[in-house]
């Protein structure tokens, strides 16, 4: 079997990163339209692991990993929707139908020197021998985004070399895919937007009222995202928002939509939960001239020998990807040296500026969350949650702003994004008459 690495390496500065502070993260990209795909994986035991399956439109569709008690390793087959090959009557392994042709799959696995990375060099991933086909190896175009340009300066104006280039991208997206999860009734009104199953996106036959609309519609639709997205989830408790659903919104497009936009790489709840934060206990926006102090009266409530992290996140460097920038490391349960106080608690301060030298957390009392000069908001993870995470009780501790920081220079203050895109040159909508 031809044997493809299924691997991925952060860098930044020429430095490893490790996602979460404690995870090494793998990702492919995978096309089935040469047919299936085997991923097969050696026994590993040397700490908590795994691996989400995403359709091409970010929905997670599968999981496993040392939670689901798959330790033992094995043989995993992902074929397309609707797949009815034949099995080797001496299969033994487990078979994924993806919903989509294209999708992407995320692996982590907890950094503990117990030969995570070379167990995670060892995973495979190819063609089923049986197929006989040569694997696609270049990355689907729009797998895991669904913008056609990266710079996030375009997504608050209408492109203006090619207005409907989003369209385009979204039809020939939805002409090699589909979507098997899509009611008909409403796979039917996109025709009324010239996207049609067999041919993509085809705006000959649109009147000028409806391609101007579908212009400016990206614009609208990024900022609406952005706002929706900052109140994911359930009622904020603490300011913590928990979205429950944040890998499984059903038809919910925009919900998924928003949470694509915040992280294309989502979770079923059992699997990991993400809170997001963005307001401290007095409902104001964080902003880097100040500290701030977090005491959580216990360690987050990982299991499974998974673990926890606290992230700040930069509100300032969005981009179309990845959402907030991931530049900062976390503190999370794996952090060496990790202070927990005599009475079990872990108090966290969030700054910019880095420690007093030549102090440990112990010394100091308090661990560290690198925070950013502008604007950031914080994300709390737990993988593997206890059950009061499933069940959506667990509350974060509030957030306490203690100070500015040590500088003369006063808190900027936070600027208001215009409800309306800018001016772009592009032709407003004809006037309707009658």
Partial sequence: MTRIALSIRLTFKGKVRQGNGVSLYSYSAYSLANGPLLLDLDPYDGGYWLISFYDIYGLTHYS??????NNAGGK?????????GQLPEDWNGTLIYS???????????????????????????????????PVIRLPPVGSGFGYPDQDPGALNAVNAA?????????GDIYRRNGNPALPTPLADQLEKLGIF???????????QNVTDA??????????????????????????WHLPIYNGAWGNDYVLGAAIMKG????NFLVDAAYYYNY??????????????????????????????????????EWTPIFGPNLVNQALSSATPGLYIAKDGSVPVRIQPNDPPANTTAASRGWNWVKGYSGRFHLILRIYSGAPEVLTNTYVPPPVVKLGLVNSTAPPSPLPLASPFPPASGFPSPAPVSG
């Fill in 64 to 69: 496993f990993g040392s939670a689901h008690g």
């Fill in 76 to 84: 995993w087959l992902l074929v397309p929707h609707g797949w009815e």
């Fill in 99 to 133: 919903p989509t042709v294209e999708g992407s799959i995320l692996g982590r696995t907890s950094f503990n020197g117990t030969g995570a990375v070379a167990w995670r060099a060892s995973w495979r991933l190819g063609p089923w021998a049986p197929a006989a086909k």
């Fill in 162 to 170: 090619d207005p409907l280039a989003f369209w385009r991208l979204a």
């Fill in 197 to 207: 199953r067999d041919y993509g996106f085809l705006p000959s036959g649109l009147n």
């Fill in 214 to 239: 579908l212009a400016y519609a990206p614009v609208l639709a990024n900022r609406i995202l952005v706002a929706k997205y900052i109140f994911l989830g359930s009622p904020a408790q603490n300011y």
């Fill in 263 to 266: 992280f294309w790489v989502s």
């Fill in 279 to 316: 307001l401290d206990s007095e409902g104001v926006p964080y902003n880097g001239s100040y500290v701030y102090h977090i005491e959580f009266p216990a360690p987050p409530p990982a299991r499974n020998r998974a673990f926890w992290s606290i992230q700040a996140l930069n509100l300032d």
